[in-house]
Structure formats: structure tokens, C-alpha cells
């Protein structure tokens, strides 16, 4: 997902019960309900639980929806604690992908996590399924 996109999600975007999440597509994309995984709805809670305000946006600063410029330069503040050095949003995105697609790899999980995988992809990317590699 790309961080503008993050940025119009919505209480309503995100089913906690059923797993889902509508994300809504930029760049020429088709707007879609994707899987959500368990972990990922775990965090969300706890998310939910400790947030400060109550307004329909999922993620929120102290003035209304966080916006893709204030996300990229949390970022860059946290990488920069941690000790990283010339990383941006932007490739974490690609590197998320990469090390889940090693990961199954490693585990032996595809093609069985295939549809999920699948799921995720841009449509004009998910001819590299096939392959029994990501990388």
C-alpha cells in the first residue's frame, strides 16, 4: 500500500472481525478489499484502544488525518533514531515484500500461499507468481 493511500483509510475501511481492509487505489489502480492479516489486525487494536481521538480517520495527528508528507518525515525522524541511514517509505514497501516473499520461500509455502500473495500484487505484476522466487 502506498502511504497516500494509507493516509484515506478510514475506520470504516478496516473489518477487524472479518479481516478485510478496502484500500482505496491510486495511480490508475481498481480500489479493493484486500485480506488482513491477524498480526496486523492485532496492532490495530491495540492501535485503536490508546488513540486520542474519535474522528473517522484511521490514522490521526493532532489535527485531523495524518498526511503523506507528515508520515514520510515520521519516517525519517524514527530511521534516524534507530540508526538508518538512507532508507525512505517508500523502499520499506518494497523490502516488506521482498522478505515475505523469502520468508515463504524459505518455509516452502508456495505455491500454497500463492492466492494470498496474489492478493496483495498490483495486477500488472502477478505474472512473477508463477516463478518459485521474488526476488
Known sequence: MRVEE???????????????IRIQRLKNGVSSQKP????NAKLLR??????????????TGRQGALKK?????LFTDYAKQAG??????????????KVICLDLG?????????????????RHVTWILPI???T
Open 6 to 20: 494509507a493516509t484515506l483509510l478510514t475506520l470504516e475501511s478496516v473489518d477487524l472481525k472479518n479481516l478485510y
Open 46 to 59: 491495540s492501535y485503536l484502544r490508546v488513540r486520542q481521538d474519535a474522528g473517522p480517520w484511521l490514522f
Open 106 to 122: 524459505a518455509q516452502q509455502k508456495f505455491p500454497f500461499e500463492i492466492n494470498l500473495l496474489s492478493s496483495w500484487l498490483p
Open 84 to 97: 538508518i541511514k538512507g532508507r525512505s517509505i517508500h523502499s520499506l514497501r518494497h523490502t516488506t515484500w
Open 69 to 73: 508528507r507528515q508520515i514520510q518525515q
Open 36 to 39: 488482513l492479516w491477524r498480526h
Open 132 to 134: 518459485n522466487s521474488c
